[in-house]
């Protein structure tokens, strides 16, 4: 090995053995270039050296580190059977006994043998659970849960080796554990109670099988938890078991949408009437945090005071989470806070805009690309909203400022790696383009297409409805005002695209939406080149028509003015032949 990579390994190894205790992983990804057999021989070298010292403790750290990595780099040939994957787990048992549950000595024995957590695992422990249930004593089968139960949780939040997979592992376990209380028709008790939390919580991160039936199956557990965890019996579990349950309804996907929100801001407010800030000052923060969340997407209730209670939660959460003190939670406050702003519609337009984009910034002082890059991407996307639609400053300087945002999202925002937040920024990006006041105007009108048959690729019909209703009704309006190709084609193209759309956004389930392409669609059947003229001029007239059946003048006086003046625009041409 040349002598610039043996000292890149020399660093590496140095700060995963001073890194935080958890921190092993990320340090590994960050620097997976590095990962191959010259780290494996670099560790044994620095293994002996420690060995010298006396550093007994790093030195066995570096060994299971060095044995794992080669296991996963398939330098080793240890074998993982099921023989040996049992052998493992009896011992990892006994040691969570023999150590009281020390961390250090189970995550140091799993480590060691992480080679052996492979997707036959699970399987292994469920049998081996199953079988000794048969055999042991129903005290001795609670006291073995336990054991289980601290297993799981050790492999929930091991930092190496395949992560999908410890969870699999993890779920195993918790139902085994609960398995053997429930043999005895125990009776439920706070360990019971703890093993159906960490439970529900498991199945809310499972990657693996319906994510609509993991969430069911989260909740479920979440609520047999708080059969047990009672507010009077035990407040801080009962507190903390409604937060994660509010996590799951704001998540939900079964049942009516509306109801889960109303679910998850029960189960938020009812969290707090424990958590206050000055006994829990996190989890307060945290609780209002998430209320934040759930208020922004709320379905019921005024919008406008919706929005409200969403700031304010926001603001509560940042009189605890400081910059100084917790940079990650205040960054992310910050961007909610930003995107709330945004969404607000009491108070004036421009300032709430302007507040924004203060967030936006001050969160990419923390989430910078090198450190966080998805966070700085969603935050550089919201940020080329808040300067879309920014109404002080130069507009063309704002545009140019929106899309240079959402170029720099999609440096990290890749098809590959994030594809639904890929297409939303080209989505985005097409509507700054389409707006641009910079530039020649045929060639972004170009772009802004470009863009959207883009967003396209993955805003299918199929699988995303709504978005792919949005951006072809986004895109038929470019085509409308199309400079560069034929004009009676692009014509026809926006017509198809509206008439195609009005298939998803119907009068009944999208009323607004409906009403915007009709007017869309009279727009391009009054300047359409092909055809009889009177019978355009007739179709057009009928959609602008049918698009104020929605638009009152009341509640939408813009668009309610504006097809009036083009209904009034075509009626006249239409008497003056």
């Not at 998540?251 to 206050?276: F, P, W």
């Not at 057009?540 to 625009?569: E, G, H, R, V």
Request: proline fraction near 3%; charge should be negative; charged fraction near 20%.
């Amino acid at each position: 090995m040349n002598e610039q990579r043996y000292t890149a390994y020399l660093t590496l190894i140095n700060t995963l053995l001073t890194c935080p205790g958890g921190e092993e992983g990320r340090v590994l990804q960050d620097n997976s270039e590095l990962l191959d057999a010259g780290l494996v021989e670099t560790m044994a070298l620095v293994v002996d050296v420690l060995t010298e010292r006396g550093d007994e403790k790093g030195a066995e750290f570096l060994t299971g580190m060095a044995n794992q990595l080669g296991q996963i780099l398939g330098l080793s040939s240890s074998p993982s059977t099921p023989d040996a994957q049992l052998d493992f787990l009896k011992q990892v048992l006994s040691s969570i006994l023999e150590s009281e549950a020390n961390p250090e000595v189970i995550d140091g024995l799993i480590q060691k043998n992480v080679h052996l957590l492979d997707e036959n695992f699970a399987q292994v422990l469920d049998n081996w659970g199953q079988s000794i249930q048969t055999q042991i004593k129903a005290e001795q089968a609670q006291n073995l849960a336990l054991i289980i139960g601290e297993f799981s949780n050790r492999i929930r939040h091991f930092p190496l080796g395949d992560q999908v997979k410890n969870l699999e592992i993890a779920i195993t376990g918790y139902q085994v554990a609960l398995s053997m209380f429930a043999c005895d028709n125990h009776p439920g008790t706070w360990a019971s109670a703890a093993l159906h939390y960490n439970l529900g919580t498991a199945y809310r991160h499972r990657i693996p099988g319906e994510l609509a039936e993991n969430i069911e199956k989260a909740i479920a557990s979440y609520q047999a938890a708080l059969k047990v965890h009672t507010r009077e019996a035990f407040p801080s579990d009962w507190a903390m078991t409604q937060n994660s349950l509010g996590l799951a309804y704001s998540n939900r996907i079964q049942g009516d949408k509306a109801e889960n929100l109303e679910s998850a801001i029960a189960s938020y407010e009812a969290a707090l009437q424990v958590y206050t800030r000055e006994a829990f000052s996190s989890e307060w923060a945290r609780s209002h945090y998430n209320l934040g969340n759930v208020y922004i997407n709320r379905i019921q209730g005024d919008r406008a005071e919706n929005i409200e209670l969403a700031i304010a939660s926001f603001h509560a959460a940042l009189q605890v989470y400081t910059r100084e003190e917790f940079p990650l939670d205040w960054a992310d406050t910050q961007n909610n806070l930003g995107t709330a702003y945004l969404y607000r519609m009491r108070g004036k337009t421009a300032e709430n805009i302007e507040l924004a984009i203060a967030s936006f910034h001050a969160a990419l002082e923390v989430c910078t690309r090198d450190e966080f890059p998805s966070d700085w991407a969603e935050t550089q996307n919201n940020l080329g909203t808040a300067y879309g639609d920014r109404i002080r400053g130069e507009p063309a300087e704002n545009l140019e400022i929106a899309i240079a945002s959402y170029h720099a999202a999609l440096d990290v925002y890749t098809r590959d790696t994030f594809p639904q937040q890929w297409a939303m920024t080209h989505n985005n990006l097409a509507t700054a383009y389409s707006h641009r006041i910079k530039g020649d105007k045929a060639e972004t009108l170009e772009k802004a297409i470009a863009s959207y048959e883009a967003a396209l690729q993955v805003y299918t019909r199929e699988d995303f409805p709504n978005y792919w209703a949005s951006t072809q009704t986004n895109l038929a309006a470019v085509y409308f005002n199309r400079i560069q190709g034929d004009k009676a084609e692009n014509l026809e193209r926006a017509i198809a695209i509206c008439e195609e759309v009005l298939d998803v956004y119907t009068f009944e389930a999208f009323p607004l939406n409906w009403a915007e392409t009709h007017h869309h669609l009279g727009n391009a059947y009054s300047q359409r080149i092909c055809g009889e003229k009177e019978q355009n001029r007739t179709k057009a007239i009928a959609c602008y028509k049918t698009a104020l059946d929605a638009y009152n003048p009341d509640d939408f006086p813009d668009q309610w003015a504006d097809i009036q003046i083009n209904l009034a625009a075509i009626e006249r041409d239409t008497m003056e032949g």
